[in-house]
């Protein structure tokens, strides 16, 4: 997104915040017409007949608190000062320091007429209830007429202004509110901005229209720009933003190349296949074009004529669509020499040494792509993938054997519990970047791990895992899946979110004698899993610093929870028969009988509707423990008191 060259104070933000965000009522609207005439009589009245008295002029240097000062004084620009019981508010207090303030020198020239001085810049202003005043007041009503352009919020809010009001059309992108505001001189109807104690003032400076804000002690500004002129035409202009070369990350061929913001060569096809039909005759040609800013939206035209819109993120990334109204279905470019590209070019090669293994098993769901795949690529092997394949699992001992079946999971249209994997000996990871088994595209383009993975005891060590999407962990996503006997030692992982050493999102999995030890970094990041929902862990242990800090939990979950306290539990009974009553209760949501037998949870069961419940699977022998469970905070937490039994 651009950056603008006029920032906003504190201040000066809140104020045009409440602007462009405030509802527009049926009462405001209708009093447009009104608060124009009011404006117009107001301005023509108060300024040009109520004309000030002074009995005398001060001689010598005047005081702010000074009786002669108070009112409002203008110059040939408009606004220079107001002086009040509440202090001073002038064009030249907005970011100074309290010294500068301080040395500030106002004298009186004559009766209406004052001259101040600060460090280098000096002012000849004259009261606005005095004649000279009024005229300037006028004259400043006059040349502020017209359309102008608020520079922080993009060039789609245009402000038109009306003699005697400053009018009808503060804009919002989010929504069809509008606001009128009125301006009376120089000054403005503060009573329709809703910000009570800011006092605003208007000056000119050539082609820009500042607005001055006074709030207690502190000052600032903010800056339209007059529409059409030499100075808005420069700010729109996004043709140094986009100059140079930009390539398509997925489409190599696919370029777009930009000459100072005045002409355009294309290349390749991504036009066509996802812009749509209007794109068919696109590519390779050249175009004289121009380039604007619309708010956040560049619009590159060519005459008249909207060739495609644009936003950038950052200044490195731009986006691609055919209709500025509508951002998708959209084309990514970077820039040609971005590490982005560099990362594909280097992909693309590989693809081409890889042309057997690709053709044996393609990415049809395009994951070399769209997630993190490290240097699984380059170490898989075809012919070992056609021997597990045939063999009907896995096996791995090396770091090539166990990439080949990260390949095969992550590309292929496998079963749930259709292929495992058994390690045969410990592996080293630390000379490769490694990628998560599991992940999700969204649609029809999901792979969760929903395998087992057999570690017989063997470990894994130094697994570095660094992604940009969530799910990330020795499996990424996992559902239904099991893992056994495994150890993975010195492991580094960073993700998105949902991030940990052996899993980072964990779905109804099996962990049984897992023990890890690393660091994890992202957010709901734990240690062994990082989300889990319905998960197994049992004779788990984790040697783990999440974000920087010692992790005292398996997952984030178990974390998140211990963090959920419930003040008022409520009590279940229990009768001869097993048979859980509840009473009613309030104030939470998605209640449910939670069921352990032996330590092992078998059963989360819809509670809301339900005041007894009996469980079916009570075995001779075994032990259970039963409680009622509701979903707060983000997790699902015990709200009831533990009933424990065992059936003889």
């Known amino acids: 997104m651009r950056k603008n060259r006029f920032l906003f104070s504190i201040t000066a933000t809140a104020l045009i915040t409440a602007v462009f965000l405030s509802s527009c009522t049926a009462d405001r609207a209708n009093s447009d017409t009104s608060l124009q005439n009011s404006s117009a009589s107001s301005a023509s009245g108060s300024l040009n007949s109520s004309l000030r008295t002074v009995t005398s002029v001060p001689s010598g240097e005047i005081s702010d608190k000074d009786e002669f000062l108070k009112g409002i004084w203008v110059d040939e620009n408009g606004f220079v000062a107001n ?130 804000f006074s709030y ?142 690709l053709s044996a098993y393609p990415d049809n769901d395009n994951w070399l792509n769209n997630a993190e795949c490290g240097d699984i690529l380059s170490l898989a092997d075809k012919d070992y993938i056609d021997k597990c394949v045939q063999n009907g699992y896995f096996t791995a001992g090396t770091p090539q054997e166990l990439a080949s079946f990260v390949y095969y999971v992550n590309t292929q249209p496998v079963e749930q519990g259709q292929i495992s994997l058994v390690l045969t000996a410990d592996i080293d990871l630390s000379d490769y970047k490694w990628a998560p088994m599991g992940w999700s595209g969204g649609g029809n383009s999901d792979h969760p791990f929903s395998f087992c993975v057999y570690g017989e005891n063997h470990k894994i060590t130094y697994m570095t895992i660094y992604s940009d999407y ?104 229990i009768d001869e028969s097993y048979t859980v009553t509840r009473p009613e209760v309030t104030g939470y949501s998605n209640l449910g009988w939670m069921v352990y037998e032996d330590g092992k949870e078998m059963l989360h069961r819809n509670a809301e509707n339900e005041l007894s419940y009996c469980y079916f699977g009570n075995e001779s022998g075994h032990s259970y423990e039963i409680y009622l469970s509701a979903y707060v905070k983000g997790q699902y937490v015990p709200i009831s008191n533990i009933i424990k039994y065992t059936v003889k």
């Open 83 to 212: 002086f009040s019981e509440n202090g001073r508010t002038a064009v030249f207090d907005e970011q100074t320091d309290e010294q500068t303030r301080k040395s500030v020198k106002i004298t009186a020239q004559d009766k209406d007429t004052i001259s101040i001085s600060c460090k280098d810049k000096n002012y000849t202003a004259y009261h606005a209830d005095s004649e000279k005043g009024a005229e300037l007041c006028e004259n400043l009503l006059t040349a502020a007429s017209g359309d102008w352009s608020m520079c922080e919020y993009g060039y789609a809010q245009t402000v038109e202004i009306r003699k005697f009001t400053f009018l009808t059309s503060l804009g919002n992108d989010f929504s069809g509110d509008k606001i009128t505001v009125g301006l009376e001189g120089v000054k403005l109807r503060n009573s329709l901005f809703e910000s009570d104690g800011i006092e605003t003032y208007a000056r000119l400076d050539g082609d820009k229209l500042i607005f001055i």
């Open 216 to 357: 207690g002690d502190m000052v600032s500004s903010c800056t339209l720009v007059k529409k059409d002129s030499d100075e808005y035409n420069k700010l729109i202009d996004a043709g140094s933003a986009i100059n140079g070369v930009w390539v398509d990350p997925d489409d190599l061929n696919t370029t777009l190349t930009f000459f100072a913001g005045k002409s355009l060569t294309v290349t390749g096809n991504a036009f066509k296949e996802v812009l749509g039909e209007k794109f068919d005759s696109f590519s390779g040609k050249a175009y004289d074009i121009s380039a604007k800013y619309k708010s956040d939206i560049i619009n590159v035209y060519s005459g008249d004529d909207t060739l495609f819109s644009i936003v950038m993120y950052g200044s490195d990334i731009l986006a691609v669509f055919a209709d500025s109204n509508d951002r998708y279905p959209q084309i990514l470019f970077y820039r040609k020499n971005s590490d982005e590209i560099k990362r594909a070019k280097e992909m693309q090669k590989l693809k081409k040494e890889k042309a057997d293994l």
């Open 470 to 573: 969530s799910n990330a962990g020795f499996i990424g996503w996992g559902t239904v899946c099991g893992v056994f006997d495994l150890d993975i030692e010195n492991a580094i992982v960073t993700g998105d979110d949902n991030v940990g050493v052996l899993t980072g999102q964990a779905i109804m999995g099996n962990y049984q004698n897992c023990h890890v030890s690393g660091t994890v970094n992202g957010s709901s990041a734990g240690s062994l899993l990082g989300y889990e929902a319905n998960c197994d862990k049992e004779n788990c242990t984790a040697d783990v610093e999440v974000n920087g800090k010692k992790f005292d939990f398996l997952s984030w979950n178990e974390q998140q929870k211990s963090e959920i306290k419930i003040d008022d539990p409520v009590t279940i009974t």
